[in-house]
């Protein structure tokens, strides 16, 4: 049984960055796909980034994303990272590790196993 533990998040300015961690344990040879998914209130959890665990390290991001956000994993601590930079309001939001047994893997259904969240807070 795979676990996954988020860590990271806060409250930061618009402009600001974040870097969110999200730590596996318990079978994640099994792993092929760690990504990033967030739910803002009133919202679908809607996808945000993926990167394949293989020596390939392919990623995929959303558009709203993309040329802001950086997803990328450190093998040795079966770790995958969020990096987060030009943070805008609209970008505050619980965000959630996921992980999948194959790639690619881009929507919700697609991801096995979860991580508790974490809130992402950005003020205008």
């Known amino acids: 049984q795979v676990q996954l533990v988020n860590s990271g998040g806060g409250l930061v300015p618009a402009g600001g960055s974040l870097r969110l961690d999200c730590a596996a344990s318990?079978?994640?040879?099994?792993?092929?796909?760690m990504g990033w998914f967030r739910q803002a209130p009133g919202k679908e959890r809607e996808f945000v980034a993926a990167i394949a665990w293989d020596n390939s390290k392919s990623t995929r991001y959303a558009a709203s994303v993309k040329g802001r956000f950086t997803i990328s994993r450190e093998d040795a601590k079966n770790t995958a990272f969020l990096q987060m930079n030009s943070l805008k309001p609209e970008d505050t939001a619980v965000y959630y590790c996921?992980?999948?047994?194959?790639?690619?893997?881009?929507?919700?259904?697609?991801?096995?196993?979860w991580g508790q969240g974490t809130q992402v807070a950005v003020s205008s």
């Open positions: 318990g079978g994640a040879n099994s792993i092929n796909t």
């Open positions: 996921a992980a999948a047994a194959f790639w690619p893997a881009v929507r919700r259904v697609d991801y096995r196993y």
